[in-house]
């Protein structure tokens, strides 16, 4: 692993880090919702030449690296990039170089590889600054390389049957999302209007998890994460959000509970 500095901290997790065991009980969610949007992969692929050196920004356990070796068409070679240097050791599909590191990282790594580049991400975007957005755009058009960033969430959930504190809850937790000047849930638009105005061809699809019996341990997680997400934001909804929780949980039991969670996916090309 290289190890360079990237944002991480002494002990090489980050403040936040994200759980290996989320990432493991979301993948089926994400692979379901990828294949929904299976075009846009297709209008990458038509134009991709091999050997593709694939940065993959937020790696985590290695997911996106899983789901796109074999649907790239082409062979690749995977640069795994991530903050949190115990995600990265754990991440297991195929080889790849790890770096410790993120965004920061990327113009260089980027800059210093030949032949056909990828720079791709999944379930990230909505975790990263304005100033990391602004220069994942940079680094695109300054280097004319595609980017593929999936499973960004867009800050709509539609729960099914409909309870009355599904706004207040969702609206402290998208808060929560935006916290420190983040765009959060607007993270996907922001790229793509900063794409768009760089003069890159920008293709956006909808993908959403469309959950429901069967992903009851996902749901569970997901709706017990917001309500905290929620509190630590507006502690003075405490009561409500557990109230919300339990009415939210005993649906789940009775299996009645539908959820379906926004997510979009970006293809950012070079001009044709
Ligand atoms: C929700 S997880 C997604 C992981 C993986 N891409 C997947 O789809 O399963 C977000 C990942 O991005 C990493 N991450 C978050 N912010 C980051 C940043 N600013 N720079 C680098 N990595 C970051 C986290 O450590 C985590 O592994």
């Known amino acids: ?31 379901s919702a990828r294949d929904g949007a299976a075009w846009l992969l297709s209008e990458l692929t038509e134009r991709l030449a091999e050997p593709v050196t694939v940065f993959d920004i937020g790696a985590g356990t290695g997911a996106n690296q899983a789901y796109l070796t074999s649907r790239l068409g082409v062979s690749s070679r ?29 113009r260089g790594l980027v800059a210093a ?47 099914e049957p409909r309870n009355r504190l599904d706004e207040a809850v969702s609206a402290a937790f998208n808060a929560h999302q935006a916290r420190a000047g983040r765009p959060g849930p607007a ?37 017990t994460e917001r309500a905290d997400a929620a509190v630590e934001q507006h502690p ?13 949980l005993n649906s789940l039991r009775d299996r009645s509970l539908r959820v379906q969670v926004g997510h979009v996916d970006l293809l950012v090309k070079p001009p044709q």
């Open 1 to 31: 692993m290289t190890e360079t500095a990237g944002g991480t901290e002494a002990s090489g997790r980050p403040e936040r880090p994200i759980a290996a065991d989320w990432l493991a009980l979301r993948r089926a969610a994400d692979t």
């Open 78 to 106: 995977w640069v795994l990039l991530d903050h949190d240097a115990e995600l990265l050791h754990t991440a297991s599909h195929g080889s790849a170089e790890r770096v410790l590191g993120g965004i920061g990282e990327l």
């Open 113 to 159: 590889a030949s032949g056909p580049r990828l720079v791709t991400c999944s379930a990230l975007l909505d975790l990263l600054s304005t100033d990391e957005l602004d220069e994942l755009a940079s680094v695109l058009s300054r280097l004319g390389v595609p980017g593929l960033f999936s499973l960004t969430v867009d800050g709509s959930l539609i729960l």
């Open 187 to 223: 993270a996907a638009a922001y790229l793509a209007q900063r794409c768009a105005q760089a003069g890159l061809v920008v293709r956006q699809a909808e993908t959403p998890w469309l959950l429901g019996p069967g992903a009851e341990a996902l749901i569970e997680r997901l709706l």
């Open 236 to 248: 003075g909804l405490a009561a409500d959000a557990q109230q919300w929780l339990a009415e939210r």
